[in-house]
Every structure is written in C-alpha cells, then in structure tokens.
C-alpha cells in the first residue's frame, strides 16, 4: 500500500510539473506573439504564467532552452505549408499558385508572431540563430517553385529573384496590409511578376 501511495504521488507530482512546464512555455508564446522576444523578460513570462521566476529556471535552465520550448510549440500549432505538397504539381504556374494561396493563409495565421521575430531578428541573437531554419524553409520552397521552368542564365536568376520576393513576408505584408490589396490580387501580381522576369 504504501508504494502504491508513493507511486502514486511521484505520478501526480510529474504531472503537475509538465502542466506548470507548459503554463510557462504557453505564457511565452503569447508574450512572444503580442510583445516579442526583445521585450519579453523571464519576470514577465513568470508573471503571466503565475509562478515565480525560480520556478521558471526550474524547469528552463536560461533563455535559450525557454525559447527552444517556445519555439517548439508555437510551430508545432503553426507549421508552414509542406512543401513536399506543392512539388507533386507538375505545371509550375499552377504550384506557384497554390504556394501563394497556401502562404497567404499561413501568413495571416501567424501575422503577428512573424511580425515581432522578424522585428527582433537583428537586435536578439538567439532569434537570429533560431530563425536561420526559418528562412532555410523559404530557400527550399523557392526551389521547389522553380523547378521545371526551362531557364538559363540571366532569366533564370530574375525569376529566381522573383520566387524569392513574391513568397517573402515582408512582401505579402506591404501590398496586402499596406497597400490594401486582398490576397487574389496580391497573388496574381505575384505571379505576373514572376512570369515577367522569365
């Protein structure tokens, strides 16, 4: 009996520990959505989360292995668009129409978390590193899109230019919030554009 009772209080007391693990880690993804990292301080992440800052360190040794966490969850619950799904379509114009279509809506999904890390990239070292895999993704899909486009020499670099722009977020952020277009719109300049530089 009594190691059934131990057992069965090691067993609630891991499971309070991954619940208060995972107030903190969800307290500094929305801190990191709403303020950003630059402006995100562990004493605020404790405050949100309803612990002390020692209890933070914890569970997080330092600010880095608490933005991995971060990181982690925020992209598991917002994945961007496969792109192993956009290279199965064989006409390029048609793939580029559906990457448009499908980042548009990641975009808007994660406005404004992208908003704050690519603020934040320059001035936070660890965002910096972290968000190297980040625009890794964005060098892969603008291969993807210019596959089986027969190209050469100056064209293909205008067009892999072209790719390279009309996927960015800064891109869709300036004709779509700042220019007022809606995503059609915005998507089929893109594609124009890209036609154009072939």
């Given at each position: 009996?009594?190691?059934?009772?131990?057992?069965?209080?090691?067993?609630?007391r891991?499971?309070?520990?991954?619940?208060?693990?995972?107030?903190?880690?969800?307290?500094?993804v929305?801190?990191?959505?709403?303020?950003?990292?630059?402006?995100?301080?562990?004493?605020?992440?404790?405050?949100?989360?309803?612990?002390?800052?020692?209890?933070?360190?914890?569970?997080?040794?330092?600010?880095?292995?608490?933005?991995?966490?971060?990181?982690?969850?925020?992209?598991?619950?917002?994945?961007?668009?496969?792109?192993?799904?956009?290279?199965?379509?064989?006409?390029?114009?048609?793939?580029?129409?559906v990457?448009?279509?499908?980042?548009?809506?990641?975009?808007?999904?994660?406005?404004?978390?992208?908003?704050?890390?690519?603020?934040?990239?320059?001035?936070?070292?660890?965002?910096?590193?972290?968000?190297?895999?980040?625009?890794?993704?964005?060098?892969?899909?603008?291969?993807v899109?210019?596959?089986?486009?027969?190209?050469?020499?100056?064209?293909?670099?205008?067009?892999?230019?072209?790719?390279?722009?009309?996927?960015?977020?800064?891109?869709?952020?300036?004709?779509?919030?700042?220019?007022?277009?809606?995503?059609?719109?915005?998507?089929?300049?893109?594609?124009?554009?890209?036609?154009?530089?072939?």
């Amino acid at each position: 009996m009594a190691d059934e009772t131990r057992s069965y209080r090691m067993r609630r007391r891991a499971e309070s520990q991954q619940q208060t693990r995972k107030r903190i880690t969800e307290s500094a993804v929305e801190l990191h959505g709403s303020l950003g990292p630059s402006r995100t301080t562990m004493s605020a992440v404790a405050a949100h989360a309803g612990v002390r800052r020692s209890t933070i360190y914890r569970h997080f040794p330092d600010e880095a292995a608490l933005f991995d966490a971060c990181t982690a969850h925020w992209s598991a619950a917002n994945p961007p668009p496969d792109l192993d799904s956009w290279s199965v379509i064989e006409s390029p114009d048609e793939r580029l129409g559906v990457a448009l279509s499908d980042l548009h809506a990641f975009y808007r999904q994660t406005e404004p978390m992208l908003e704050n890390l690519f603020r934040d990239e320059s001035t936070v070292p660890i965002v910096r590193e972290r968000f190297a895999a980040f625009r890794g993704y964005f060098v892969a899909a603008r291969e993807v899109l210019l596959a089986g486009r027969p190209l050469r020499g100056a064209a293909r670099r205008r067009t892999e230019a072209a790719l390279g722009h009309v996927i960015a977020f800064s891109t869709w952020k300036s004709l779509v919030r700042e220019e007022g277009l809606d995503d059609a719109d915005a998507a089929a300049l893109f594609r124009a554009m890209v036609a154009a530089a072939g």
